[in-house]
């Protein structure tokens, strides 16, 4: 058994990194799938998701403050566009991760959320899930 869903949110800054673990964990568990694999999925080339520690504020604040320094908002980029360095961060970060599902609850680790990361807002912005399992 297979379910997709997508949730739309509305990003409110050019660049952020929020928690987004509770729609993830709430989908998993109104699926039904018990045992299986939970694939989430930014369709966007200028946002991206990762996996972090969710209990200290700053942690945010400091990959997006190293993602800033790293590849700079205004660097002499080639290709047309002022979002350079958003495509970049994306390639960077990666736009899906991959969970498991144990009964029937996302399996992630005790300090640990997922983050949508935005290079490019304030947009609305896509972020598809799909669980795969019995």
Avoid at 39 to 44: C, D, G, L
Avoid at 45 to 62: F, H, K, Q, Y
Avoid at 65 to 87: F, T
Wanted: aromatic share 6%; proline share 4%.
């Amino acid at each position: 058994m297979a379910i997709k869903k997508r949730i739309t949110i509305k990003t409110g800054h050019h660049t952020e990194m929020f928690n987004i673990t509770p729609a993830i964990r709430q989908t998993v568990a109104e699926s039904g799938i018990q045992d299986g694999i939970c694939v989430v999925y930014v369709p966007h080339s200028s946002a991206g998701l990762t996996i972090n520690e969710n209990t200290d504020p700053n942690v945010t604040r400091d990959v997006m403050n190293a993602l800033d320094r790293l590849v700079p908002q205004e660097n002499n980029y080639l290709h047309n566009g002022k979002n350079a360095a958003a495509h970049i961060k994306s390639s960077l970060i990666g736009v899906s991760e991959y969970f498991l599902v144990e009964d029937g609850q996302l399996d992630i680790g005790r300090w640990q959320s997922l983050y949508f990361m935005e290079f490019d807002g304030p947009r609305d912005r896509h972020i598809d899930i799909k669980i795969i399992g019995n």
